[in-house]
């Protein structure tokens, strides 16, 4: 079917692990401890995914499931601006916006227009989440002969809810149903729509979580065969961050550098 679309993160050594950037068609996991960036990376992501073609971008808008009320328009802004000037400046003229990275008027046009391009939605509980997912298939598909059809589909928590709501062993498998479910709704609009999934997840840090091992991801393996990428992020000094590749199918395991900076995601 559709030729599968690389994304890039705008990290050269990120790209390089995931052979050129996340891939539509599939999902990929964002896990990690609290506070190690995982928001972040959707946000970035959100951005990245509107560059043009030549600049790593898909030419699409995205979709953004917030869970945890992380979403900050505040956020894109900065990133937006903080986007390097030869990639602004593509993406200026491939909006038809008059001037250049160094032009205000200009780049405050294509903080809104890409703001504008961003559909979010709060999730309240796991089944809004769930009932969103398919909402989700309803949004792209209104989208998808647009100019800017939805690329990407991010999901910032993918499991606090149902870590929340479904609490004690005797609904562990209640549980795994449902987020098998929802994944599926999701991996769904990727393949769809030609869209990346990509969610987050924290890692298992506390004791009475199911598998109390904190290089595992919450849930542990049921995202193990449905996210065909799987990346563990960790806090290193500073602003610098450890991005981990994880079992990808074809692809070596290894590490990258990147940092958390005002201007988002950097080298
Ligand atoms: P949680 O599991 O709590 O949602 P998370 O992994 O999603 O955590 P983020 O919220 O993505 O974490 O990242 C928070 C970190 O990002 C902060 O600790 C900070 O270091 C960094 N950060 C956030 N905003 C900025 C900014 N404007 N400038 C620099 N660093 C920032």
Known sequence: ?????KLS???????????????????????????????????????????PKEVGGLHGSSMFIDSEDTFRPERIDDMVRGLPDDVIDATLEDREIEGSAGDEAAVDELVDDILDKIHVAKAFNSNHQMLLAEKAQELAS??????????LLAVDSLTAHFRAEYV????????????????HDLDKVGNLYNAAVIVTNQVASNPDSYFGDPTQPIGGNILGHKSTFRMYLRKSKGDKRIVRLVDAPNLADGEAVMRVQDGGLKP
């Open 142 to 151: 209104e989208h998808e002969e647009s100019e800017y059809p939805i690329r």
């Open 168 to 183: 004690g062993r005797g609904q562990l498998a209640d549980r795994q149903q449902k987020l098998n479910k929802h994944l």
């Open 9 to 51: 993160w705008q990290i050269d050594e990120v790209d390089d692990l995931l052979g050129g950037g996340i891939e539509t068609q599939s999902i990929t996991e964002v896990y990690g401890e609290f506070g190690s960036g995982k928001s972040q990376v959707t946000h970035q992501m959100a951005v990245n995914v509107q560059l």
């Open 1 to 5: 079917r559709n030729e599968i679309g």
